[in-house]
């Protein structure tokens, strides 16, 4: 009799230690809703399936798991197209789920630009954006073409949203036609951008005025006050850069440069010390 009640009592035990062994892993998977469902491959055993359970966000999910592929459809579960989302996968650790389609759910732009302008204020110029159709809120970034170049001169937080979102950028445009590319990047590093050109309406054309080298002073001076960059002519390095009238060159080691203003370069020597 009391033979019996230990067997009972041991096949209690391991029951009970398999039980708990189904609940040994977890897969943990974050990634924005686009209007695709989620498809999890769930390995079979011989007592069923691998997945134990599936929660979204926290919530247990709305999904039939005893399948060998697994649909979560995210709508069914509250989600609405660009929310942000966490899935929690418990299964036995012995067979990993896989989700099939991960890339469905990386960082994709989809913004739509309503209008730009460029504007004065206090002295300053300013670019105005009127942005639309964001579905994640991913940074902008804001390229200048200058010297025959594309030169980043800023990046702006998107906020997401489908709504109309106002976003403003300070910068130093050029007089008359400023070319710029909004943009943003892609999980998989591709870009999505719009090309603009803007009519300054700072109408002052500035100049490079002189290059100062001697005992009191080592200086390039323009006309006004203008974006500037000074490149190593030797390797293209950027070694100074800032917005101002008077640029202090002291600092530079001898050696041949150009500075790049307005659209505009001018190639200098670095003369000794």
């Known amino acids: 009799m009391c033979l019996n009640r230990f067997k009972r009592f041991l096949v209690f035990i391991i029951a009970c230690v398999s039980a708990g062994s189904l609940f040994s892993a977890e897969l943990e998977f974050s990634g924005i809703y686009y209007e695709q469902n989620a498809y999890i491959k769930n390995p079979s055993m011989e007592s069923g399936f691998s997945v134990q359970s599936i929660t979204i966000n926290g919530r247990s999910a709305n999904a039939d798991i005893n399948t060998g592929l697994i649909v979560v459809d995210f709508t069914k579960n509250g989600l609405k197209s660009g929310d942000q989302f966490t899935l929690l996968i418990?299964?036995?650790?012995?067979?990993?789920?896989?989700?099939?389609?991960?890339?469905?759910?990386?960082s994709a732009s989809t913004f739509e630009l309503v209008s730009a302008k460029i504007e004065l204020e206090d002295g300053t110029t300013k670019?105005?954006?009127?942005?639309?159709?964001?579905?994640?809120?991913?940074?902008?970034?804001?390229?200048?073409?200058?010297?025959?170049?594309?030169?980043?001169?800023?990046?702006?937080?998107?906020?997401?949203?489908?709504?109309?979102?106002?976003?403003?950028?300070?910068?130093?445009?050029?007089?008359?036609?400023?070319?710029?590319?909004?943009?943003?990047?892609?999980?998989?590093?591709?870009?999505?951008?719009?090309?603009?050109?803007?009519?300054s309406p700072n109408k002052e054309v500035i100049e490079l005025k002189k290059i100062v080298q001697n005992k009191k002073a080592k200086e390039i001076i323009f006309t006004g006050s203008t974006e500037y960059i000074i490149v190593d002519n030797t390797h293209g390095n950027t070694k100074m850069r800032g917005n101002a009238s008077n640029v202090d060159i002291a600092p530079l080691k001898k050696g041949k440069y150009f500075v790049s203003y307005e659209g505009k370069y001018k190639k200098f020597k670095r003369k000794k010390k």
């Open 90 to 106: 418990k299964y036995t650790d012995s067979d990993v789920p896989v989700i099939i389609n991960r890339n469905a759910f990386a």
């Open 127 to 199: 670019l105005h954006l009127t942005i639309k159709d964001e579905i994640s809120p991913m940074p902008f970034y804001v390229d200048q073409y200058r010297a025959n170049k594309w030169v980043r001169i800023g990046a702006i937080i998107g906020k997401g949203g489908q709504e109309e979102k106002e976003y403003t950028l300070p910068f130093s445009c050029m007089p008359g036609e400023n070319k710029l590319k909004i943009y943003q990047i892609n999980s998989d590093e591709t870009q999505r951008f719009r090309d603009i050109t803007l009519e």
